[in-house]
């Protein structure tokens, strides 16, 4: 807990990440995935209407992906 004192989200978020990657919550699993392998980011904003209406993680997609 020590080392986390004083550090702010932002400064966990990887250097490569300048913005966080969005997709369309209409946009297709494949075209989610193609991002996150392009920008190499484990996590996509996902926004309706110009809203952010929740967030998909790498983890989740291949869960989904697995899914009999």
Known sequence: ???LGGKTVGDMLPDHLTDV????ADDTIIEVAAV???LRSPL????KDNALVGVITASRLLAAALKP
Request: zero cysteines; charged letters at 30%.
């Open 1 to 3: 807990a020590d080392k």
């Open 36 to 38: 996150m392998e392009r």
């Open 44 to 47: 996509i904003a996902v926004v």
């Open 21 to 24: 990657p969005w997709a369309q």
